[in-house]
């Protein structure tokens, strides 16, 4: 008899000790465990850390020579709590560059004239300080890097 | 004698789920802090309901307009001009959860067009997930993230940015124009299997033999013409393509939604 008593709690003790962990996990597992936050996504390209997954443009501005070329995006991931530059061409054969400028700066520039709807985007930043995106296009040579013009607003996360 | 053992097991058995379930949970929110240790805002308020920031204009009674066009409502919350740029905060509904954007914009004055100049995300009411929706607003800029319970609505407010205005517009006509709301894939979704074929067939069937290349790298996304290809540099295959890729790479809801302001 006390030996069925001594498995029985053995049983309770290993359901307790599996129990508390499951609840949690389905309850309130933080997504972030998931990716990269802050000044941990800095440098890396948002693809690769699937910070992609919930981007959104929160700042843009339209390139206009004076016809309208391409568009300059602050993007933003909520997950990752991370910025970065994307400037899309609307119209083929210009070079594009563009920078993302916040506490740490980075740049893209393609080396050769692209197509329209083809796009550059920049590494990540954290967005735990200033910043915002620039973008520039030009039909005859390679877009010199960091890029100061047609700048979006800053913007801090917090 | 038996059964006052028992009892006493079952007790001690009962300690041990409540004490190893207290454990368990405070080493979950150890974690958690762990996670957010680089200065991450604090998640205790992370269910917090949020308020709308939906401002409206005391100047104009006409505020909010509203317009509604293929089953979807888009209303002007407010407009005000500085100088030479006319903004206007426009609110419309996400239909999922990709990132909408007003697209093919115009303010028309005294019949010419002027372009959008820029746009600003005010507030995104993310479409739910598992019963909650993430809340983005931003304010003197700084965006600010929380997760609300669902309300049932998901919609995306903007500021849409017009320069070179006439400065007397508060005595003029105007109207907002707002043809259509798009999409443009993530910087990781540009090479699936199914963007790729819509691309590549019709292509094909205006000129047999042309290969498309989908690129997705660090950095870059795009498609292209082969480079070996003969149709590199043929301008009607160019154009074609721009015009195929363009339609094929942006999801979009036609619309067209007007709002005018009288003078």
């Known amino acids: 008899m006390q030996k069925k008593m001594i498995h029985i709690v053995f049983v309770i003790m290993l359901v307790a000790t599996l129990l508390p962990s499951s609840i949690a996990g389905a309850a309130d597992e933080p997504k972030d465990l998931y990716y990269c936050s802050y000044s941990g996504c800095t440098g890396y390209y948002a693809p690769h850390q699937d910070c992609d997954d919930d981007a959104r443009n929160v700042g843009a501005i339209y390139i206009r020579?004076?016809?309208?070329?391409?568009?300059?995006?602050?993007?933003?991931s909520e997950n990752?709590?991370?910025?970065?530059?994307?400037?899309?061409?609307?119209?083929?054969?210009?070079?594009?560059?563009?920078?993302?400028?916040?506490?740490?700066d980075y740049s893209?520039?393609?080396p050769a004239p692209l197509y329209a709807q083809?796009?550059?985007?920049?590494?990540?930043?954290?967005?735990?300080?200033?910043?915002?995106?620039?973008?520039?296009?030009?039909?005859?040579?390679?877009?010199?890097?960091?890029?100061?013009?047609?700048?979006?607003?800053?913007?801090?996360n917090s | 004698m038996i059964k006052k053992r028992y009892f006493q097991i079952v007790a001690i058995a009962l300690f041990i789920v409540g004490a190893a379930y207290i454990v368990s949970t405070t080493f979950?929110?150890?974690?958690?802090?762990?996670?957010?240790s680089d200065g991450s805002p604090s998640t205790d308020d992370a269910l917090a309901k949020a308020s709308p920031t939906e401002v409206i204009s005391d100047l104009d009674p006409y505020l909010p307009m509203a317009v509604t066009k293929e089953g979807l409502t888009l209303e002007v919350l407010d407009y005000r001009w500085v100088e030479n740029e006319a903004l206007f905060d426009v609110k419309f509904p996400l239909v999922d959860e990709r990132d909408w954007q007003l697209k093919n914009?115009?303010?028309?004055?005294?019949?010419?067009?002027?372009?959008?100049?820029?746009?600003?995300?005010?507030e995104v009411v993310e479409p739910a997930v598992d019963g909650e929706q993430v809340v983005l607003r931003y304010e003197n800029g700084i965006v600010k993230d929380e997760?609300?319970?669902?309300?049932?609505k998901a919609y995306r407010i903007d500021t849409l940015t017009f320069g070179d205005v006439p400065l007397n517009l508060d005595k003029l006509d105007f109207m907002l124009v707002i043809k259509e709301i798009s999409t443009t894939p993530n910087e990781g979704g540009y090479c699936k299997p199914d963007i790729i074929k819509s691309i590549q067939n019709p292509m094909e069937e205006a000129f047999p033999g042309i290969e498309i290349?989908?690129?997705?790298?660090?950095?870059?996304?795009?498609?292209?013409?082969?480079?070996?290809?003969?149709?590199?540099?043929?301008?009607?295959?160019l154009s074609l393509f721009d015009t195929i890729v363009n339609r094929v790479l942006n999801a979009r809801i036609i619309g067209l939604w007007q709002f005018s302001f009288g003078g």
């Open chain 2, 213 to 237: 290349v989908c690129i997705s790298e660090p950095g870059f996304d795009g498609f292209g013409i082969a480079s070996d290809s003969t149709f590199v540099e043929d301008a009607e295959a």
């Open chain 2, 28 to 36: 979950q929110s150890v974690g958690a802090i762990n996670d957010d």
């Open chain 2, 105 to 122: 914009v115009y303010l028309e004055i005294d019949g010419k067009q002027y372009p959008l100049w820029a746009t600003t995300m005010v």
């Open chain 1, 118 to 156: 083809q796009s550059i985007y920049t590494r990540m930043v954290t967005s735990a300080s200033a910043t915002r995106a620039c973008g520039k296009v030009d039909d005859d040579h390679v877009v010199d890097v960091p890029v100061g013009v047609w700048c979006t607003i800053w913007h801090t």
């Open chain 1, 80 to 104: 990752c709590h991370s910025y970065w530059a994307r400037t899309i061409l609307y119209e083929s054969g210009y070079y594009v560059g563009t920078t993302v400028d916040g506490p740490t």
């Open chain 1, 108 to 110: 893209e520039a393609s």
């Open chain 2, 147 to 152: 997760v609300i319970a669902d309300t049932g």
């Open chain 1, 65 to 76: 020579i004076p016809d309208t070329v391409g568009l300059n995006e602050l993007r933003y």
